[in-house]
């Protein structure tokens, strides 16, 4: 019976644990970039429990689904849909990766995504007064400056494109590397002007697991009762 506390507390603390997460997931579901979260959990012996029948599980970071969003056009200029990879920004004195593309301008210039500095091959992004701008393919920003006939590159945005297993969220949701260090860039992350990427959360999925950890959960609390009435069971049989 005490092997069996231990595995339904470590069940219904993984259970607890994964409706958050899914919750989470579906509050999103139409954030612009949003990346949803996969549940990590393995089970681990319970040290110094001399049995090896007492396990728990043990709660991993979340891992970050890869799929892509439904891409639309929004026909701005300054909105960008990545394809394979993920967009570089300031995140304290170092730098984080998102999704969201929805590229927006302060007023000294710098480039920037949900407030965040957005960042390229020198550094912040900060454009000259302009007439025109555009995005390339490769994440060149360009931009025709008032008097001139032709587009100049100003910088490049930063892209990576790093394996599914290597990053994770912070708490401000932005993607990092899980070993701390920034990410080198790449030349294979391609980008569409004028496009914005959905989150890739399909609600129907997220919908399925919950209502599947309900029943876990509800499954869980049966085998308490159960523990409970053994306890009481033996009690009543040491008394007699």
Known sequence: MDALIYTLMSGAERALRSQQIHANNL???GTDGFRADLEAASARKVDGSGYDARHVT???DTIVAARDGTMRETGR?????LQGGYLAVRSGD???YTRAGALQLTADGTLQVNGRTVLGDAGPIVLPPYERVAVGVDGSVMVQTPGETEMQVVDRLKLVAPDADAVKKNRDGLIVARDG????ASEAVRVRSGHLEGSNVSAVEEMVATLSLNRDFEIQMKFYKSADDMVQ????LMRE
């Open 94 to 96: 170092g730098e984080a």
């Open 233 to 236: 069971a033996g009690n009543r």
């Open 58 to 60: 043990e709660l991993g």
């Open 77 to 81: 200029d300054l909105d960008v849909a």
């Open 181 to 184: 260090r920034p990410l080198a």
């Open 27 to 29: 509050a999103n579901a």
